[in-house]
């Protein structure tokens, strides 16, 4: 049976300060009424069923998890105690899933991404857990790019390799290439068979842990304590254990980049990582100005291009700018060049190393 796992422990330091330690972007509902963590797993209702469905996340978002999505059962949202990338991540929840299941399937998904086409991003899925499960692969999902993007890291795809899973088409993985500068990110476009990395794997739970016995020895050693421990304990305790041993290391560095029977299969769904208030921009309806206005008092001279996003009541009012983002909350507002908001980061990370102002993250 085919599992979902979704990752939702990060912190989401580039939409501060809508998002904050205490409550990071995939529980905010910056898109419509429902927050990202829902909507990624309303997502997949159709597909895999709510006892079905994991969520990965840091111990201290555990209630949160509980209370936006109460139809999960409680041992399937995991608290990770300490931070370890995504290779522990998966290895965890492929452990957990092969002990209830051994014949399952797994498609591991962030929780933070937004999708406009959510019946072609289905049916990619079943072509993929199709594939999966017909070869013991690991199936990757690669966004078919319509720029020469620099924030993402791209799939190279083999072009003489070639098979049909579904409704579409699935192609040997040749390498992954890191996220490149603009002159090679724009000769992966004329070269046509490179794709965005969409983070989002499909395998079989026993295949990936193979993976991990031949790639990543240290994790794999935690993989069989963590098996024995949850037939004689806790769940919990037996997590816990676990990732205090594991190394941080990403699955793609881990396990992608050197396994030799990786595939993806490309597909166009409305993708988007919602990566920065960038992209929030990018997004949004916009004003004959090209103005995006999120809040019910603000006003403009001489100004366009940009962002305002305040639930306050607070009268905004921008003159003479371009390109200017201005977020606001109860407790701080932050102004930042709209092409320049990944250094929201380093705001961030310069707080948390101020006791005076590490209360504001």
């Known amino acids: 049976m085919l599992h979902a796992v979704v990752m939702a422990g990060g912190s989401g330091t580039r939409f501060w300060p809508r998002s904050t330690e205490q409550h990071p972007k995939q529980f905010l509902n910056i ?4 927050t990202m963590l829902q909507s990624t797993v309303e997502r997949i209702e159709a597909l895999v069923p709510a006892e079905r469905v994991w969520v990965i996340t840091n111990d201290k978002y555990v209630d949160l998890v509980q209370k936006q999505l109460p139809d999960l059962p409680t041992e399937n949202i995991v608290g990770e105690p300490v931070g370890r990338n995504t290779a522990p991540c998966v290895a965890a ?28 991003f289905l049916s990619i899925l079943k ?6 499960a017909d070869s013991n692969a690991l199936v990757t999902i690669g966004i ?13 795809y083999d072009e003489e390799h070639s098979e049909s899973h579904g409704d579409h088409e699935v192609k040997k993985v ?13 000769q992966f476009i004329k070269a046509g068979n490179f794709l965005w990395n969409s983070g989002m ?14 790639h990543l020895p240290e994790i794999n ?6 098996r024995s421990s949850l037939t004689t304990g806790s769940q919990k305790d037996a997590v816990d254990k676990f990732y205090h041993a594991c190394p941080s290391i990403s699955i793609d560095y881990g396990i992608m980049e050197r396994s030799k029977s990786v595939f993806v299969v490309p597909g166009s769904f409305g993708w988007n990582d919602v990566g920065s208030w960038r992209a929030v921009y990018d997004l949004r309806s916009k004003d004959e100005n090209g103005n995006v206005i999120e809040t019910d008092h603000a006003t403009f001279a001489h100004s366009k291009n940009n962002l305002i996003h305040s639930n306050s009541d607070k009268m905004i009012a921008l003159i003479g700018v371009e390109n200017i983002a201005v977020v606001e909350t109860d ?16 705001v961030v990370n310069y707080m948390r190393k101020n006791d005076h102002l590490k209360k504001f993250v």
């Open 174 to 186: 040749a390498q992954f290439r890191e996220k490149p500068d603009r002159e090679t990110a724009e």
């Open 127 to 132: 072509s993929a857990e199709s594939k999966a």
């Open 201 to 214: 794997f499909v395998w079989q739970a026993s295949t990936i842990l193979e993976e991990f016995s031949e």
């Open 331 to 346: 407790t701080a507002i932050m102004v930042c060049n709209l092409d320049d908001s990944q250094g929201i980061k380093d």
């Open 31 to 34: 898109f419509g009424d429902r």
């Open 93 to 120: 929840a492929a452990t957990l899933i092969e002990d209830r299941d051994p014949e399952a399937t797994m498609v591991v998904l962030p929780a933070d991404h937004l999708i406009s086409d959510t019946d072609t």
């Open 221 to 226: 050693q935690e993989i069989e304590k963590l």
């Open 144 to 156: 078919k790019p319509d720029r020469p993007e620099t924030g993402y890291g791209y799939v190279e």
